[in-house]
């Protein structure tokens, strides 16, 4: 006997017809999803393992040239500088702000 009559044995005796058989149904469903599960336990270790040793999943990103460049940021920190003299002068007193209300 070749596998393929095994496998054509096979598939004749899971064909629906006249016997059903709930027990043969939950057992290939049961067999199925423990398999899957199996699977899944496997990849998951797996990822878990590489990416916790440093490495990447797929193709690693080339390193990439910095977003920001320094003039830009010492543009903001000027900004927030004249800011917060502003600010000052609020609460120091050189601006006076008139409340309408009063």
Not at 13 to 38: E, F, H, K, Q
Request: glycine share 4%.
């Amino acid at each position: 006997m070749n596998i393929s009559d095994t496998i054509a044995s096979l598939l004749k005796r899971m064909r629906y017809g006249a016997n059903i058989d709930p027990v043969r149904d939950w057992l290939v469903v049961l067999t199925l999803s423990i398999i899957v599960l199996a699977c899944i336990v496997v990849w998951n270790v797996w990822a878990f393992s590489t990416v916790a040793s440093g490495g990447a999943i797929g193709t690693s990103s080339p390193k990439a040239a910095p977003i920001f460049d320094p003039a830009s940021l010492n543009a903001i920190h000027t900004i927030f500088a004249a800011r917060a003299d502003e600010e000052a002068r609020y609460v120091t007193g050189v601006y006076r702000y008139a409340d309408p209300s009063q």
